[in-house]
Structure formats: structure tokens, C-alpha cells
């Protein structure tokens, strides 16, 4: 199989299994100017599975570069709201999105951090209610990767880029199951798995979790009437999508005032053009009290500074050690990736989805920001205890793994 054959095979496991396309429906794809090919492969799925319309939205990492370089100062702060405001007028009529991540982890080497935030401030606020649609599946949706050259230098320094560039891409196809005998039937397996484990984890009714383990003592409450998700999703109009592909993970809404204690990351976070790494952070009454890192500590700080909400946490995700992506032992440098690598929290916007029908989303305890940034805690020395109503507890997570299925 080439390689254009597995670019054929993943875009169409994007369409099928990842935005759930409906017959009819105009599909709206984000993707850097590297990723052209494939999003051609996109259109030919897309349009053989019945889409209306196909309508690429690219992103130029020379145009964002030119901006930090050149721009008068009060560029940073001006954002493209029109665009997403034609966006949610698509979302409104229909529409669904695939996003297309091609990071460029050097793109910013060398950018001032808060010039940086200033960029994604203007952006965060320019694209809310377009995001409101994605975080509430509103819309059928999906994220996923795509290799650049820029990120295989990142995760394969040592080899020449071409090298490095085809070593990831045959490691993304390993994960996507690409090679499968019948891809979209694989991904059925490993939803119905994701479901079993989703159902458990709802099934005890948790007060909270409690995560110990390589330096780690953090106990987190859960928002009233939280839900776990993981694998498909229902959207608003019945689609069934992978919200994030590939996909190890269960996840749930915990209570923005009710985190305690201290979090070790256990993978580095890539931000723009900045590396945090050996980040540590401590929480009282669910507010960021204190952070450190040996590397890339401003970056984050600017990010964590941006809104209220920031420095509280949004999401909580369970990655067992022996998922295929673990397995890998890769440090992707890519929270799609490293996301589902890994157990993890997220600072920032919680997903509405993660709170039961009816529910006052604010009342329930779910945060709201501009922002929503993974942080990785899981290893094989984790231990996660579930916290019942009565205050009893139950291992769910022993060593990284679960326990309890």
C-alpha cells in the first residue's frame, strides 16, 4: 500500500468514522497549506458519502510568522471575526468540521510570550461562539493530526527530515489503524470498548477522583451531574462522531472550585513555539495557586493569565498505559496525541457535553474560558481512586492501568 493509499484510507476513516457525515450535509475542513493533498483525499470521501459542499479553510504558517515580525504592535490584537462568523452561519445551516491539526512547534521560536497571548486572546474571543457549536456538539465534528515537517523534526530530531517525516507518519497510521484489515470496522471495536469503560465510570455515581502517584497528590470533585464520554458522541442532529481521532480516552466535567492539591506533568506541553517542560502545579479551592517548570514556565503563565477561568480545570481524561498510543512510547509533542497517551487534566473550557441534559452548566460547577489546554499526569506509577457520594473509595487506575472494567 502506498503512501497515498493510506492518505486515501485515513481521510475517508475522517469523513466515516471521525465527522459521521450526513448525507446531504456541507462539510467545512481547517487545514495547513502542507496538508493540501489530503484534504483533496477528504473532498473525494466527502463527496462520495454525500456531501452538499466541500470548503477548505488554510491556514499558512508564513502569513502567522510575517504578522509576529512585521505587524504594527496593535496587530496582535485584531482577529478575523468575520470568518467565524461565516462559520457559525455554515454550523446554523448544517454544516459539519474537520479540523486538520498540522502544528508547527518551531513557528514562534524566538516570539515574546506575551506578544503570543496577546494573538490567541484576540483569537479566543473572536471565535467563542463558533466554539460554543464544537464544545456543545451542536455540530458533527472531529479533530485530527497531520504530519509536518516542522513537527517530525520536533518528535525525530536526530534523523534528516524526509526520514523523520515518513518514520511519524507510519507511526499516526499505526495508531489510526490505517493498515486494518477493514479500518472503519476496527474503530467499531475500539469504540464499543471506550462505551463499556464509559458506562462502569458513570455507573458509581463518583463525588471525585484522586490521583497519587510520581509526585502527584491531587484530589479533584466532579461537577453535578457530570457524564462520562468517550468514543462516539451524539451530536445535536443525531451524528454519531469521534470528537477526537484516534481516540484512547474517557473524560468528564470535574468542578472548577473543587481541586486540590499537586500536579506533576508527566509529558512536556508543546505551545506555540514554546516547550513547558517539568511543569509543576499546585491548586486550593480549584484555582491554580502556584506554577512552576524548568522550561517554558512564562509561556504558560501568559496562557493561564488570559481569563478567569484559565486557572481552573475544564476536563479530566482516563488513558490506560497499554493503549496503543502508550504503547508507542513516543513523546509526540501534540496534545491529540499525547492526550490519548496518557491520563490528563485540562486548564480551561469544560465541554458541555460532559454535564447531564437540563443542567445549569454554570450551576453544575463547569468552567468557562477561552482557553482549553491539556496537561498529561498519567504514567506507570499512577494510581487513580474513585470517591463514592458516601465517601467511600474504589481503585480504578492501578500503576496506569485500569482496574476496574
Not at 485530527?144 to 516542522?150: E, G, I, N
Not at 470496522?185 to 463518583?206: C, G, I, K, P, T
Amino acid at each position: 500500500m502506498t503512501h497515498e493509499d493510506k492518505l486515501g484510507r485515513f481521510a475517508a476513516l475522517c469523513v466515516l468514522a471521525g465527522v459521521d457525515l450526513r448525507w446531504g450535509q456541507e462539510l467545512i475542513v481547517s487545514a495547513p497549506m502542507e496538508a493540501r493533498s489530503f484534504v483533496g483525499h477528504v473532498a473525494v470521501a466527502a463527496y462520495r458519502a454525500g456531501a452538499s459542499l466541500v470548503t477548505c479553510l488554510y491556514e499558512d504558517p508564513e502569513l502567522i510568522r510575517a504578522r509576529f515580525d512585521h505587524a504594527i504592535d496593535e496587530s496582535l490584537d485584531r482577529a478575523a471575526g468575520w470568518l467565524s462568523d461565516g462559520v457559525v452561519k455554515a454550523y446554523e445551516n448544517g454544516a459539519a468540521r474537520l479540523f486538520v491539526y498540522g502544528p508547527y512547534p518551531d513557528l514562534l521560536a524566538g516570539v515574546a510570550p506575551e506578544r503570543i497571548g496577546r494573538m490567541h486572546a484576540a483569537m479566543a474571543a473572536a471565535t467563542a461562539q463558533e466554539g460554543a457549536f464544537t464544545s456543545g456538539l451542536r455540530v458533527n465534528w472531529c479533530a485530527v493530526p497531520y504530519v509536518t515537517q516542522s513537527w517530525a523534526r520536533m518528535v525525530y530530531p536526530a534523523l534528516p527530515v524526509a526520514e523523520a517525516t515518513t518514520r511519524l507518519w507510519d507511526e499516526l497510521f499505526d495508531i489510526l489503524r490505517v493498515a486494518a484489515p477493514d479500518p472503519v470496522v476496527a474503530w467499531r471495536d475500539q469504540v464499543e470498548a471506550l462505551e463499556v469503560r464509559r458506562h462502569m465510570l458513570q455507573s458509581l455515581d463518583l463525588r471525585a477522583l484522586h490521583f497519587l502517584g510520581g509526585g502527584t497528590d491531587l484530589t479533584v470533585g466532579l461537577a453535578d451531574g457530570h457524564r462520562w464520554v468517550g468514543g462516539r458522541s451524539r451530536a445535536a442532529n443525531g451524528a454519531m462522531p469521534i470528537c477526537n481521532f484516534p481516540t484512547e480516552e474517557v473524560f468528564t466535567c470535574p468542578h472548577r472550585e473543587r481541586a486540590e492539591g499537586r500536579l506533576v506533568a508527566s509529558r512536556p506541553l508543546a505551545l506555540g513555539g514554546a516547550i513547558v517542560d517539568g511543569l509543576v502545579v499546585t491548586f486550593r479551592n480549584g484555582l491554580i495557586e502556584r506554577v512552576e517548570a524548568r522550561e517554558g514556565q512564562a509561556m504558560l503563565e501568559t496562557l493561564l493569565s488570559s481569563d478567569a477561568g484559565a486557572r481552573r480545570l475544564g476536563e479530566i481524561g482516563l488513558v490506560p498505559g497499554g493503549s496503543l498510543i502508550a504503547r508507542k512510547k513516543t513523546l509526540f509533542y501534540n496534545a491529540l496525541l499525547d492526550e490519548n497517551a496518557a491520563s490528563h487534566v485540562a486548564f480551561g473550557q469544560s465541554y458541555s457535553a460532559c454535564i447531564e441534559s437540563g443542567r445549569d452548566q454554570e450551576a453544575a460547577g463547569a468552567n468557562s474560558s477561552a482557553m482549553h489546554l491539556d496537561c498529561m499526569v498519567g504514567h506507570d506509577a499512577l494510581d487513580v481512586d474513585g470517591i463514592l457520594c458516601g465517601g467511600e473509595r474504589r481503585a480504578i487506575m492501578r500503576g496506569g492501568d485500569f482496574v476496574l472494567v
